[in-house]
């Protein structure tokens, strides 16, 4: 489990046949290998893990599943990617839970200044859209993020100077995809509701 708080921009450096190097500033230990980090959003498991001078590279598998669900597939060396590391018990819960598994791809549709912030308007897969709700929790690119507002397939969120320095939204442009998990809260209640009498 994930909170969706960044704590590592890495990068792609490699990609062979589902398989992916990335670099990061995490001092990974090989005996390490096994563990979970959450890759723009999506939960993968490192294969091989090679410490370097400024943290580590390690290698990820990924599925056809993976990649015909995610923006993986669109993965090239010099990607830069949002990391986080998953809960150890005790560690602060900042974000929201986030699971790592991929609901599906949004697309940013405007990006539009507001004061020091930025305010992202995206287009949700329309089966996605009833779990989204204003002033609840999404997930994209790994990012916990709070729903600004929702109309129909489309919805708005805020990134802080902050969030935008230390992960990758600094960087994006109207176009781009991203990873989308809904709320795994939002997610059972409509699946409840089905069962309602």
Not at 97 to 121: E, M, Q, W
Request: with cysteine; proline share 5%; hydrophobic share 40%.
């Amino acid at each position: 489990m994930f909170t969706g708080l960044i704590t590592d921009v890495g990068e792609v450096i490699g990609r062979t046949a589902g398989q992916f190097t990335l670099r990061t500033g995490y001092f990974l230990k090989p005996e390490e290998t096994g563990l979970s980090i959450c890759c723009d959003g999506v939960c993968l498991t490192a294969t091989a893990i090679k410490p370097i001078s400024t943290g580590a590279e390690f290698s990820v598998d990924v599925s056809n599943e993976t990649l015909a669900k995610t923006t993986l597939d669109n993965w090239q060396p010099s990607r830069r990617v949002n990391l986080e590391r998953s809960l150890r018990a005790g560690d602060e819960l900042g974000g929201h839970i986030v699971s790592g598994h991929v609901d599906g791809v949004a697309k940013i549709l405007s990006i539009t200044p507001d004061g020091d912030s930025k305010r992202f308007l995206l287009e949700a897969p329309e089966h996605l859209s009833r779990y989204i709700a204003p002033k609840g929790s999404v997930a994209l690119d790994g990012t916990s993020l709070t729903v600004n507002e929702v109309a129909e397939s489309r919805f708005g969120v805020n990134l802080i100077p902050h969030s935008l320095t230390v992960t990758t939204w600094g960087a994006k442009t109207p176009g781009d995809l991203v990873n989308l998990e809904v709320d795994v809260f939002a997610r059972y209640v409509a699946r409840l509701m089905e069962f309602r009498p």
